[in-house]
């Protein structure tokens, strides 16, 4: 065990893990993570809050970077799991907000026609 603590204190005082983590490579995604921490808090919120344009935007603005994450050399592996959790947020709020708005909502307002007659 200390053998594996000591090996992990001589990576951090590395040059190579310094220059890492004062680097873009590194920081560019630490504050990436805003967005899709962001996306997954929403999902407990109520769907009427949900914006289809802006979901749909941010899906194909995590769709690219992915790509770029990829592409870029080095690999960009921080990045692309930060764009790649940010497609999964957004996909599920863009399913959330298509049932709000085509499905549930319309059930909703049966409903309460419903209601209202019976009174």
């Known amino acids: 065990m200390a053998g594996l603590v000591r090996k992990g204190l001589e990576t951090l005082k590395s040059k190579e893990t310094r220059d890492y983590l004062m680097s873009t490579h590194f920081w560019g995604p630490i504050a990436n993570w805003g967005i899709p921490i962001a996306a997954i808090a929403d999902t407990r919120k109520d769907a009427k809050f949900i914006s289809g344009k802006m979901t749909f935007a941010l899906t194909m603005y995590s ?12 690999r960009n592996l921080l990045l692309f799991s930060c764009h790649f959790t940010n497609v999964c947020a957004q996909v599920t709020q863009g399913v959330r907000f298509v049932k709000y708005e085509y499905g549930d909502k319309k059930v909703s307002e049966a409903d309460s026609v419903v209601v209202n007659k019976g009174g």
Not at 65 to 70: L, T
């Open 63 to 74: 769709i690219v970077f992915m790509r770029f994450a990829w592409k870029v050399q080095p």
